[in-house]
């Protein structure tokens, strides 16, 4: 009999194959002591295997960079500071000369430290961190105790294009692993669809279902499944017209990839012929030439980030240099540079992460443009950066997490200040045609928009942060994740209100959060009123795909009557009624 399981869409997808479970055995961290004389010994031991583990990372990240893109191996670059973070080796240094112990001991007694800490956090994003710093000593204890960080899948075949792993949870090491080995799903009992797990996930174009419970106990091992990635179901022992059926969609899934293809030399433009802009989101130079290859535009937020999180900050020379060989690859095509958006999950060596954890509410606190105006130094050696690059193209400027208009007018007098410097030492530089952008993510900004057009140029919507804001649910938290719903009625008031205000003041807006670059929402963006999308690169052909098959004057229609309660949905979302309503035109 046909057992359903249900549980968080993270990657859609159809995968059909054979399960195998993966055991989790934790590894055993006993406690000895040592004389004092072993001491130094004992440190050297820890700073080696910390070394080793860096080392691992380091490779994981360049593999995560080939096949997930930047958003892979910026996951790794946060494990690799959690890594070098003070407040882990020193003080696990410490505990070994005061306590005599192992240094696995001295390592364990520091991690259950570190995660009473997260746990008293009163915020749902940092606390989510506490896998991550698991994983890091975790790994550190494994080559401790002369394990592969790969130790729970020693058992698993080198190749699985038949076999759906079945898993408690997953580490991103272990993804990149399975994924290598070419596996056809994956089942985790927990997990969030916004974890760094499920982000790889996505990245790798891996079908996957998280937070089925209880599924390592009620599938049994070699079992037919299947998995039915968009609607979060897994179909242990399916019924013959069941796996028929899916046989069929799966099918219907390679041929639709394959008519992907066809979109890559077509233009983005509908059915009743509205060009939409395509753009890519992007933080590295290499990011942007497949973009390009696919249709982008150009780079509708180019993360600086990625430079601030390899040690120091940069020097001014080293940030023109890379913003330079962004204009390169774009041939013409304009850059919007986001200024450094740091703070809650990424820390940097800006602000130390004992000091990150510490703080009461990190996600409602010092991060992006707050942070930036206080480090005013900093802050001045990103704005002539971008400004010089500015001379070799076209740069637009992008101001993140703006919460007042205050905000808006200390950056511009910021860069008009820095303007004029570079204009006395006679350097050259591109600031009289860069337009100066802000970012609305927290609803009060998308409230006063109009106030903030009067400092602004252009508006970009960060949906990831503006929908968890206004709908108080972390997405990243597997408790709570089911809240967070871009299809929320007050979400969709509150986007409808950001693009019809907008458009009255007459401003460019597009959207660049992960709401822009899923297709289930192509249609939905576009009833509202946008008509610029930015978007990672993988994403680019199937929203165009979509816009294609699109009468945007059709599905205006059917979103105006259900905002005035003329639409009836029924139990469909209000992305479904959409695609029904350009289905049956």
């Not at 060009?275 to 290499?286: D, G, Q, R, S």
């Not at 990424?346 to 509410?361: Q, T, V, W």
């Not at 979302?573 to 035109?585: F, G, N, R």
Request: charged share 25%; net charge negative.
């Amino acid at each position: 009999m046909t057992l359903a399981l249900s549980g968080q869409v993270v990657e859609p997808g159809i995968a059909i194959g054979q399960a195998h479970n993966i055991q989790r055995n934790e590894i055993e961290v006993g406690e000895y002591r040592i004389e004092p004389d072993q001491v130094e010994a004992e440190i050297e031991r820890l700073f080696t295997a910390t070394s080793e583990a860096g080392d691992h990372l380091e490779a994981l990240a360049k593999r995560l960079r080939r096949v997930a893109g930047a958003s892979g191996e910026e996951i790794i670059r946060t494990h690799l500071a959690m890594l070098a973070d003070s407040s882990l080796i020193q003080a696990s240094t410490r505990h070994i000369r005061e306590q005599l112990c192992n240094a696995e001991w001295a390592l364990q007694l520091q991690l259950e430290t570190l995660v009473s800490e997260f746990r008293a956090i009163d915020d749902a994003y940092i606390r989510s961190r506490e896998d991550d710093i698991v994983q890091v000593v975790r790994m550190v204890q494994q080559v401790l105790a002369a394990e592969q960080p790969d130790k729970p899948l020693v058992d698993v075949p080198d190749r699985l294009g038949q076999t759906l792993v079945v898993a408690t949870e997953l580490t991103p090491n272990e993804l990149a692993i399975l994924h290598d080995r070419g596996v056809a799903g994956v089942i985790t009992e927990h997990g969030s669809p916004y974890s760094h797990t499920a982000i790889l996930a996505r990245g790798m174009g891996v079908p996957v279902v998280m937070g089925v419970r209880r599924a390592q106990a009620l599938i049994r091992e070699g079992e037919q499944l299947v998995l039915d990635g968009a609607y979060g179901i897994v179909f242990a022992d399916p019924e013959e017209s069941l796996l028929r059926h899916y046989l069929e969609k799966q099918s219907e899934s390679d041929r639709y990839r394959r008519s992907l293809e066809r979109s890559r030399g077509q233009l983005a433009q509908s059915l009743d012929g509205q060009a939409i802009c395509l753009m890519t989101n992007a933080e590295k130079p290499e990011d942007i030439r497949r973009a390009v290859a696919d249709g982008a535009e150009g780079v509708g937020l180019f993360r600086s980030e990625y430079l601030f999180m390899q040690g120091e900050p940069p020097d001014e020379e080293a940030q023109v240099e890379h913003y330079r060989r962004a204009i390169e690859a774009l041939d013409g095509a304009p850059l919007t540079i986001r200024t450094l958006d740091i703070g809650a999950d990424k820390s940097a060596h800006l602000l130390e992460f004992e000091s990150l954890r510490n703080r009461p509410n990190p996600a409602l606190g010092l991060r992006a443009v707050r942070l930036c105006l206080r480090e005013m130094e900093m802050f001045r050696v990103q704005l002539r950066a971008i400004l010089r690059a500015a001379a070799a193209g076209p740069v637009h400027c992008l101001i993140p997490m703006l919460t007042t208009d205050r905000e808006v007018v200390a950056v511009r007098s910021l860069l008009d200040e820095t303007r004029l410097d570079l204009d006395r030492e006679g350097i050259e530089h591109g600031g009289e045609n860069m337009r100066l952008g802000g970012m609305i993510e927290v609803p009060a900004a998308a409230l006063a928009l109009e106030r903030m057009g009067r400092h602004l140029d252009f508006f970009s919507v960060g949906t990831n942060d503006l929908i968890q804001y206004a709908l108080a649910a972390d997405r990243v938290d597997e408790n709570v994740a089911h809240l967070y719903d871009p299809q929320h009625p007050g979400v969709i008031h509150l986007l409808s209100h950001v693009f019809e205000t907008a458009g009255r003041i007459g401003l460019p807006v597009s959207v660049c959060g992960e709401m822009a670059g899923d297709r289930r929402y192509t249609r939905l963006l576009l009833a509202m009123g946008l008509r610029e999308f930015s978007m990672q690169p993988r994403s680019l052909l199937e929203v165009k795909k979509v816009i294609n098959e699109t009468d945007i004057g059709v599905v205006r229609d059917a979103f105006r009557r259900w905002r005035e309660g003329d639409g009836e949905t029924g139990n469909e979302s209000l992305a479904q009624y959409l695609d029904h309503a350009q289905l049956h035109h």
